[in-house]
């Protein structure tokens, strides 16, 4: 009954262990269970927030729009960030569940007896900061600079340009304002922590270094310092100095100083009475009565023209244009004047822009139209016999096309006459010619008219206009008369040798020579008219001109 008895008891011991045993074994299994639910909570924030680290941004504007979005690896910063958030949970706490759930129960257990607070928010430390990519980003934009504020003379008006602004980047203070938008960037247990920079929230752009109120040079001062170095040098007949009175004047600061003022709005203003004054005064001595008329000849440049005389005189109106223009730009400078030929009716006297020339002495003939060159050929003028073509300034009044010219001695066919000088003098072709220019003129001349290569005369037949000017001279005879030293020259006619003078400056073409010089592209184009006479016997006499006669 005992053996019994004590066997129950065994058995109820046995029992009671293997219930608590049982009952341990559960509580610790559930303890380590919910171990393992709060360690996922726990590692879900540790993920949350290191996920929230790649996704921190730094959103950068221009005048509200976008430059970029900049991560913290880009600006330096994530290292730092995530060392921080995650010195905020122990190795333990950083394991995945698989990791934590291979753990015994123990280790469970003891991590779980330690406190798990919520993880604080992180912000970053801007020791590393880094603005290299916004910068390159912003430099990268179309960028102007500013313009300081400046006074210019314009126009004869001194005026003040105000400053503009620019955009070029103020470096320092655009670095101070993204350091301080980025020092807010970090994460929270809910997320990333974002940031964004206006460029223009802050002095983002360098500012004009001079600024109308700053501005030193007022119209007043430039005006002052200009006048104080104004010059104005007059060159008078410098084109004519051997023939005409020609020197310099200069109009000093101090001269200019009682002509010029400024205005308070910045208008440059000139005296127009004392200006004048002083212009009459100054062109006084460069004046010449019944000077020969200078022409320009296309041959021998300037040239005296003895019967025709004139009154040279300094155009006063034109210098005085010239130099108040210069006035109104004040600055150094010079000016010329040339003496104006006037006729004895004090109107201005010239060939005009169209005329021709003959001259004698060269035996050369220039037309010239609206200013332009269209023929300059060799010709063949009035023999020395004679027969010399009239010197004077006339006019072309009338022209004939096949013609046959006639006098006491030839009769002659022509193809393009011009009238000169009633109408006994003209311009014609002369076909029986081969030669032209050198002295051919001096025993073969012609009877007074001038005779000129057929392609020459059909383009002024053509292109000459009744009352076109022309302008024949020349000493109309073979002698030079400053030595009169003679020259021997094959005479062309006889075969012979004669004894001869060579005028001054005279360009002799030996015998056989002919020069036409035509501008084609200086005329109109043209078709020649019909040629007629060509069955006509050549005529015997190689001298020509007379009255014409169809």
């Given at each position: 009954m005992k053996?019994?008895r004590?066997?129950w ?11 608590a045993?049982?009952g341990g ?5 559930t ?6 639910q709060?360690h ?5 924030q540790?993920a ?6 790649d996704?921190?941004t ?7 729009s976008?430059?970029?979005e ?9 290292d ?5 958030v ?10 995945t569940a698989e990791?934590f759930?291979?753990?015994g129960i123990?280790e469970?257990l003891?991590w779980?007896?330690?406190?798990h607070?919520?993880?604080y ?11 290299a990519?916004?910068l390159a980003?912003?430099?990268s934009?179309?960028r ?7 006074t210019?003379?314009e126009?004869?008006v ?9 955009n070029e980047?103020?470096?320092p203070?655009?670095l101070?304002?993204?350091?301080a938008?980025?020092?807010?960037l970090?994460?929270t247990?809910d ?5 964004a920079f206006?460029l223009?929230s ?6 004009p270094e ?6 030193r040079?007022?119209p007043?001062?430039?005006?002052r310092?200009a ?5 104005i040098k007059v060159?008078?007949n410098a ?13 000093t600061?101090?001269?200019?100083a009682?002509i010029?003022?400024l205005?308070?709005?910045g208008t440059?203003?000139?005296d127009e009475?004392v200006?004048?004054?002083k212009v ?5 001595g460069y ?5 020969p008329?200078?022409?320009?000849s296309?041959v021998?440049?300037l ?8 009154d040279?005189?300094?155009d006063?109106q034109s210098?005085?244009e010239?130099?108040r223009?210069?006035?109104?730009t004040?600055?150094?400078g ?12 004090g109107k ?5 822009d169209?005329?021709?020339?003959v001259d004698?002495d060269?035996?050369?003939m220039?037309?010239?139209k609206?200013?332009?060159?269209v ?5 063949v003028?009035?023999a020395?016999?004679g027969?010399?073509?009239?010197t ?5 009044h009338?022209?004939?096309h096949?013609?046959w010219?006639?006098g006491d ?8 006459w ?11 072709d ?6 032209f220019?050198a002295?051919f003129y001096?025993y ?5 008219c001038?005779?000129t290569p057929e ?7 053509n292109?000459a206009e009744?009352?076109t000017?022309v302008?024949?001279?020349?000493a ?5 008369p ?11 006619a ?10 001054n400056g005279?360009r ?8 036409i010089e035509?501008?084609p592209?200086?005329v109109?184009?043209?078709a020649?008219?019909?040629?007629a006479?060509?069955d006509e ?5 190689t001298?020509d001109?007379?009255?014409p006669?169809?």
């Amino acid at each position: 009954m005992k053996k019994h008895r004590a066997l129950w008891v065994i058995i109820i011991v046995i029992v009671v262990l293997a219930a608590a045993a049982a009952g341990g074994w559960y509580w610790l299994s559930t303890k380590a269970a919910q171990a393992e639910q709060a360690h996922s909570t726990v590692y879900a924030q540790y993920a949350s927030m290191t996920a929230a680290v790649d996704s921190v941004t730094l959103t950068v504007t221009e005048d509200g729009s976008p430059v970029s979005e900049y991560d913290l690896q880009k600006l330096g910063l994530r290292d730092d960030l995530m060392n921080k958030v995650t010195a905020q949970f122990s190795e333990t706490d950083r394991m995945t569940a698989e990791q934590f759930a291979a753990l015994g129960i123990r280790e469970k257990l003891n991590w779980a007896k330690n406190a798990h607070p919520a993880p604080y928010p992180c912000t970053v430390s801007m020791e590393q900061f880094d603005a290299a990519a916004v910068l390159a980003d912003l430099q990268s934009m179309k960028r102007t600079a500013a313009e300081n504020a400046y006074t210019v003379l314009e126009d004869g008006v001194y005026t003040v340009h105000a400053e503009v602004p620019g955009n070029e980047l103020n470096e320092p203070a655009v670095l101070d304002g993204l350091r301080a938008s980025a020092a807010s960037l970090g994460v929270t247990a809910d997320g990333p922590q974002d940031a964004a920079f206006e460029l223009t929230s802050v002095d983002c752009y360098k500012q004009p270094e001079i600024t109308t109120a700053t501005l030193r040079d007022t119209p007043d001062s430039l005006f002052r310092k200009a006048l104080a170095e104004l010059e104005i040098k007059v060159t008078f007949n410098a084109d004519t100095a051997q023939y005409l009175p020609h020197g310099e004047e200069t109009l000093t600061s101090h001269d200019l100083a009682s002509i010029v003022d400024l205005d308070p709005d910045g208008t440059v203003t000139v005296d127009e009475k004392v200006l004048s004054e002083k212009v009459s005064k100054l062109a006084e001595g460069y004046s010449k009565q019944d000077a020969p008329f200078l022409f320009d000849s296309w041959v021998k440049s300037l040239t005296e023209i003895r019967f025709i005389t004139c009154d040279y005189r300094i155009d006063v109106q034109s210098l005085t244009e010239q130099i108040r223009t210069q006035l109104l730009t004040m600055q150094p400078g010079s000016v010329s004047a040339e003496a104006v030929c006037y006729d004895k009716d004090g109107k201005p006297f010239s060939l005009g822009d169209s005329y021709i020339e003959v001259d004698f002495d060269n035996q050369q003939m220039t037309f010239i139209k609206d200013g332009r060159l269209v023929v300059n050929t060799n010709i063949v003028t009035g023999a020395l016999n004679g027969h010399q073509t009239p010197t004077g300034l006339y006019e072309t009044h009338g022209k004939e096309h096949d013609v046959w010219l006639k006098g006491d001695d030839y009769l002659v066919f022509v193809k393009y006459w011009v009238s000169v000088v009633g109408d006994i003098i003209g311009l014609h072709d002369a076909s029986w010619r081969s030669n032209f220019g050198a002295s051919f003129y001096v025993y073969g001349g012609s009877h007074g008219c001038v005779n000129t290569p057929e392609q020459a005369m059909a383009l002024i037949w053509n292109l000459a206009e009744d009352g076109t000017p022309v302008l024949m001279h020349g000493a109309n005879e073979w002698y030079e008369p400053a030595n009169g030293n003679p020259r021997e020259t094959k005479d062309p006619a006889r075969g012979t040798t004669s004894k001869v003078t060579v005028p001054n400056g005279t360009r002799v073409l030996e015998p056989g020579s002919s020069r036409i010089e035509i501008q084609p592209d200086d005329v109109v184009p043209f078709a020649l008219p019909k040629e007629a006479g060509q069955d006509e016997d050549p005529p015997t006499n190689t001298t020509d001109t007379a009255k014409p006669v169809s």
